[in-house]
């Protein structure tokens, strides 16, 4: 059979070494617990700082000591701080600032103003001009170098020059700020505190106080700046808006003239103005003509008989045809008057009738004249009709010209327009911007000057003494216990030869069946003695939280699996004080509350979890497809808790956002599937033969993301080829895959995943293993013991 690659860090198989070797190497580090369960026994250590208290004390009072001088040495530090008072809101001279502030209402954007601010307050920019007014550049204390007399500069004129640059002040003097300058700004306020510390409290005082001056100045100068900048860009832009404008302005009244397009106000041109009254008068003289033919039409329609019988129309009613009439019925009324009295012969009565006939006629030539003067009128009317008709013909044959011209001159007069509009818009601009260059729009100002500190700042020189002497007694106190744990009296060992007849004295455990076939080298590398070898003296009970540290402890390793060939992946340690446990008020997984452990989600930080974290990088690191393996979880013994450590290693890495997917594949009363899911309808039996997909047969925890599929249905159906074509190849987006065998060689679906999985991992609980076990389990997975990747001892 050939054996798999293993990555430990103990000897390889392929490379035996005698076992006395190896049980010595392991008996090496047996000493640690023993030195650690001295240092958690109070007895001891007192005894033993009791005994070495001149050595404490002499520490003690060296350390105090040289905190003393250190602190003689140590130059003083005075720290000022001055106050400026920012207001995100501006002042509004001007409707249009040149740069305004758009912070607004946002508390996040008068945050980043203000922290921007503070910025610009601690930038170089700012600095420069306060080392040059302070004359920083020229003080030691910030890099400057200090004038050199008599025999320094003698002998700095002399000294062959180094090929270095000359030193720069104000980079020195602007490094030296950098440290000794604080900006910040007060939690929630709009004020901000600029701390300058220095060897002198006056020094210190005056560079605040002008770091704060010289921001003021720089944002009004900044501003002013701004304004200028802007106004002389609208300036240059002027002239040639401003011969656009003519140049569009000349464009269109040459045109306007090459068309004859003359306006008369409003928009309107002359044309249009002409045809309007044209057609105005055209309707008028068209309403006289009609009248005049109604009148001449009446009037020729008139007889005198008509007229003499009282009927009168109005067109022929005048005041000579009034006389007429009225003379005409004289005339009438006396020859009637007549031929009563004086017969019809009488002369009287002829003389009578011949007036009333000339009357008659008089009433015929008068409607005679009233018709020709009707008919010149009506001939006049209709003529004034048909010329305005004629001029208005003419005036719109004109006007549809001029139309079709005014299509491109009101293209013309629109682009005057807008160029006009800009112009007057930069125009008004350059002039407020102008102005606005000497106004200072900035609302900030100082509302603290710093002033002199009265203390120094920092330790204190008698808390730096009296830390100096603390240091030195808890050094004394180390170097104490180091001489006795480590001094001229080590600790005893216990000699390789007794420790192998002690392990030979151990009571043998239940002797293996008859039966069982010896383990092969994938599983142990040399036959082992019998049970688990009892553990070591342990400290004090009340002292076991203190010795669980990490190095603190040796790992404690049955007998049985140090001989094996494959590793100890991982211990998962005994989980106490349960009722710390989340109540169910925090409960955001269906894996919580139940009755299997799973500390991943309720303790992460607790050894328990980190275990089981452990246990998933090693397997990771051992196979070179990284996260995406499919591992099975098998237990040497029943109740030797594989459904909890593959449970835990699922949600370890669905809590790392792996796609990670939980298999259940043992039986039991305590399995996965009758705790978590035992109203599963559909399993692997049904995904395999197609009837569902694996998304709708896998159940998704929602508050872990983890995908577990139950066992559920006819899984004595699934053969090995099934397993892996019909569900592994499905689950290939998958990983890590894990994968809960219960009990090893209980239940024949664990022992066809085994030869599908990429991993094994062994689950023992400590003190219940024997020589026995490992042989069984090496007989049911037969070939597949070469994917044994390690062993983990459970003692939770």
């Known amino acids: 059979m050939k054996r798999s690659v293993m990555f430990t860090n103990e000897t390889a198989v392929s490379e035996p070494e005698p076992r006395r070797d190896r049980r010595e190497r392991r008996a090496a580090p047996a000493a640690v617990p023993a030195v650690m369960a001295k240092l958690t026994d109070p007895a001891w250590v007192v005894r033993t700082l009791w005994a070495r208290k001149g050595l404490i004390l002499l520490c003690a009072v060296l350390g105090l000591v040289l905190a003393a001088l250190a602190s003689l040495l140590l130059p003083p530090k005075y720290v000022s701080t001055a106050q400026l008072f920012i207001d995100p809101r501006d ?64 002998i700095a004129e002399w000294w062959p020059k180094s090929g270095a640059p000359d030193h720069d002040g104000l980079v020195y003097a602007l490094a030296a700020l950098d440290r000794n300058v604080s900006v910040r700004r007060g939690e929630r306020t709009f004020v901000i505190d600029i701390s ?6 006056a020094k210190a005082a005056r560079i605040a106080n002008a770091l704060a001056e010289t921001y003021l100045e720089n944002q009004a100068k900044v501003r002013a700046e701004a304004a200028q900048r802007a106004t002389a860009s609208l300036t240059s832009r002027l002239e040639e808006l401003r011969n656009r404008l003519r140049t569009a302005e000349d464009k269109a009244e040459r045109y306007k003239e090459a068309n004859n397009i003359v306006g008369v106000g409003a928009g309107r041109s002359m044309t249009e ?92 030539d008068e409607l005679s004249r009233i018709a020709r003067s009707a008919k010149v009128e009506l001939d006049r009317a209709v003529e004034a009709e048909r010329q305005i008709a004629r001029r208005v013909d003419q005036l719109t044959a004109s006007q549809y010209a001029a ?80 001489l006795a744990l480590f001094g001229p009296l080590p600790l005893p060992r216990r000699p390789v030869r007794q420790a192998e007849e002690s392990e ?122 990284g996260d995406h393996r499919r591992v099975l979880v098998l237990a040497l013994r029943p109740h030797a808790g594989a459904s909890t450590l593959a449970l835990n290693l699922a949600l370890d890495a669905a809590q790392a956002g792996l796609p990670a997917m939980l298999v ?41 993301g983890l995908f577990f599929l139950p066992r559920v249905g ?31 060689g209980t239940d024949g679906l664990a022992l066809r995943f085994a030869e599908v999985a990429d991993d094994i991992v062994l689950v023992l609980r400590e003190g219940a293993v024997g020589e026995g076990d490992l042989a069984s389990a090496t007989a049911a997975l037969g070939e597949q013991a070469d994917k044994l990747r390690g062993f983990v001892v459970n003692e939770a």
């Open 91 to 154: 002042l509004r001279v001007l409707q249009n600032e040149v740069s305004p502030n758009a912070t607004g209402g946002d508390p996040t954007s008068i945050t980043s103003y203000l922290e921007s601010q503070a910025r610009i307050i601690a930038s170089d920019s700012i600095k420069t001009p306060v080392v040059w007014s302070e004359g920083l550049d020229k003080d030691p204390e910030f890099g400057g170098e200090a004038p050199k007399s008599g025999l320094g500069r003698l």
């Open 196 to 201: 300058v510390t220095s060897r002198e409290a």
């Open 273 to 364: 103005e002409q045809l309007a009254l044209n057609n105005a008068q055209l309707v008028a003289s068209r309403t006289r003509v009609t009248e005049a033919r109604a009148k001449y039409d009446q009037i020729i329609a008139t007889r005198p008989a008509g007229i003499e019988a009282g009927a009168i129309p109005e067109a022929v009613a005048s005041n000579t045809m009034t006389a007429l009439r009225a003379q005409l019925g004289a005339a009438l009324a006396k020859e009637a008057d007549l031929l009563a009295s004086l017969g019809a012969r009488h002369p009287a009565l002829a003389a009578a009738q011949a007036q009333t006939r000339d009357a008659r006629r008089q009433i015929s």
């Open 403 to 482: 139309s079709r011209a005014s299509v491109e001159l009101r293209e013309l007069e629109r682009e005057v327009e807008s160029s006009r509009v800009v112009y007057d818009a930069f125009l008004r601009r350059a002039r407020e911007t102008g102005e606005l260059a000497g106004i200072d729009t900035t609302n900030a100002r100082v509302i603290g000057a710093a002033m002199p500190p009265l203390e120094k700042s920092g330790i204190s020189r008698r808390t730096l003494a009296l830390l100096g002497g603390i240091a030195g007694g808890g050094a004394g106190v180390a170097l104490a216990l180091g």
């Open 504 to 625: 030979a004295a151990q009571p043998p455990a239940a002797a293996a069946p008859a039966e069982a076939k010896p383990v092969p080298a994938p599983l142990m590398a040399v036959p082992s003695a019998v049970a688990v070898a009892p553990r070591p003296a342990a400290a004090k009970a009340g002292w076991r939280r203190l010795v669980a540290i990490n190095g603190g402890q040796a790992e404690r390793v049955p007998d049985l699996l140090r001989t094996a060939a494959a590793p100890l992946l991982a211990t998962l340690p005994a989980v106490r004080h349960r009722r710390w446990r989340r109540d169910d008020g925090e409960i955001r997984s269906v894996f919580q509350a139940k009755t299997h452990l799973v500390d991943v989600l309720d303790k992460p930080n607790a050894g328990f979890a980190k275990a089981v974290r452990t246990v998933r990088s090693a397997l990771a690191a051992q196979a070179s497809g």
């Open 664 to 704: 259940d594949a043992s039986l039991g009363e305590e399995s996965l599937t009758r705790i978590y899911a035992p109203e599963a309808q559909f399993g692997l039996h049904d995904i395999v033969t197609g009837k569902v997909g694996l998304v709708r047969a896998a159940l998704q925890d929602e508050g872990t």
């Open 714 to 744: 006819r899984t004595d159906l699934v053969g090995v080829e099934q397993i892996g074509s019909g569900f592994l190849e499905k689950a290939r987006r998958f990983g890590p895959i894990i994968i809960d065998g219960g009990a090893v």
